[in-house]
Structure formats: structure tokens, C-alpha cells
């Protein structure tokens, strides 16, 4: 199965931008992308998914490579509530519905 | 709308007791069902998934089990446990339509073994 790689931890201010990135360089032509996060004690919460096309929900948007071989979720606005462990998940052939978390990035907002 | 039930939240049990830990869906039928454990300060663990009733997929070997006696019905099971058993369980749904796969997790089952 494909893997992903996302930096162990990020920092952000309170009312900026963040930008988590994840390389996804073996993916597959009908992966799909997605992005999980995890608040303390409670269980992952679904942000985004996509497969070729830039994706934007009411949470974030997920910038896709032209390649395929990294993407880019995007808080537009972090506040501290984002604070989070985010996973970026691939999601296809042999794995097919069933996600397998790796790490995560963990992110600070600073008020 | 759907939604997921898991319980019981804390448990605290001895090495070699039984385990139940049972999960219920709503708001939708077949759903895929997926029990995840989370060790301490670790990730995520995909321990058994379920496309179906009586439909059991284990994904690593280990002192679990898993059964779907019903539809929207998941329970987690173990006749004794060990130490090694501690962590946070999650169970999850998903809907079996064709594309990807968006999974919805319960709350969670925090087991402490003693």
C-alpha cells in the first residue's frame, strides 16, 4: 500500500493560514486522498478527500499536486479549536475502505 | 442522520477478565464496520473490519475478536485479557457506495488492564 510522509509537528498563530503538506510519491492512479484529524481523547474527525482536483468544504481545502505525489491541506483560518493531530490518508486498491493512520502532524495554535 | 454509538466509554478490567466492547450504527444499513485501537501516544490500529453480517476481516493477529451479529451491530470481544490489551478502541462506519471511502468514528472505548 501506498504510504505517506507529513512532518511530526507544525506551529501556527491564531486567525492565520496553515498549510500542512503530506508526499505521497508511490500513489496510485486511483487513490484517493484524505484528511483526518484527532483533538485529544476523542476519536479522528473527517476534514477533505479528493482524488485529482483541488477540493474545498465548509473545514479546509486540499491542494493536489499535478502530479499526484504531494498535496496540502489548507486551514484558512486556524483558531484554537484546529489544534490537532492531522493524518493524511491514502485510500485505494488493496486497501479499499480501510485507512491506515500513520503518525500525523501535530499542530500547535498559538492564541 | 447517521449515527454511531460506543460503549461502554472507561473500562477498567484485570489481566485474564473478559471484554465486551459493542458499537451500534444508525441512520443507514450495510454499513462497513471498522474497530480501531490506539496505544498510548501512538497511532491508529485497524484491527477488524466488517462488509457484512457474520462478515469478519481480522488485520493482525492477536487476543481479539470481532463478531457482527446484526446489521448496524459490532462488538469486540476477548475471553482474557492481557496487559498489552490497554488503549483507546474506536469503532467506525462507512458507506459501501462506489468512490472513497469516508469513515465516521465513535467516541471511543478507553480500556485500562491492571
Known amino acids: 500500500d501506498a504510504k505517506t510522509t507529513q512532518p511530526n509537528s507544525m506551529e501556527s498563530n491564531e486567525e492565520e493560514p496553515v498549510h500542512l503538506p503530506c508526499n505521497h510519491s508511490t500513489i496510485s492512479g486511483t487513490d484517493y486522498i484524505h484528511w483526518y484529524r484527532q483533538l485529544p481523547s476523542q476519536g479522528p474527525e473527517y476534514v477533505i478527500h479528493g482524488l485529482t482536483s483541488n477540493v474545498n468544504n465548509r473545514m479546509a481545502s486540499l491542494a493536489i499536486a499535478e502530479d499526484r505525489k504531494s498535496s496540502t491541506l489548507i486551514l484558512h483560518r486556524a483558531t484554537l479549536r484546529d489544534a490537532a493531530v492531522y493524518y493524511c490518508?491514502?485510500?485505494?486498491?488493496?486497501?479499499?475502505?480501510?485507512?491506515?493512520f500513520g503518525q500525523g502532524t501535530i499542530l500547535t495554535v498559538h492564541p | 442522520s447517521q449515527t454511531i454509538h460506543q460503549w461502554p466509554a472507561t473500562l477498567v478490567q484485570p489481566v485474564g477478565s473478559p471484554l465486551s466492547l459493542e458499537c451500534t450504527v444508525e441512520?443507514?444499513?450495510?454499513?462497513?464496520l471498522y474497530w480501531y485501537r490506539q496505544a498510548a501516544g501512538r497511532g491508529l490500529q485497524l484491527l477488524f473490519y466488517?462488509?457484512?453480517?457474520?462478515?469478519i476481516s481480522s488485520e493482525v493477529p492477536q487476543n481479539l475478536s470481532a463478531s457482527r451479529p446484526q446489521d448496524r451491530q459490532f462488538i469486540l470481544s476477548s475471553k482474557k485479557l492481557l496487559l498489552s490489551d490497554s488503549g483507546f478502541y474506536l469503532c467506525?462506519?462507512?458507506?459501501?457506495?462506489?468512490?472513497?471511502?469516508?469513515?465516521?468514528f465513535g467516541a471511543g472505548s478507553r480500556l485500562t488492564v491492571l
Open positions: 466488517s462488509v457484512g453480517i457474520g462478515q
Open positions: 490518508i491514502l485510500e485505494g486498491g488493496t486497501s479499499y475502505g480501510k485507512l491506515t
Open positions: 441512520g443507514t444499513s450495510n454499513p462497513n
Open positions: 467506525a462506519w462507512s458507506g459501501t457506495n462506489s468512490g472513497a471511502n469516508v469513515l465516521t
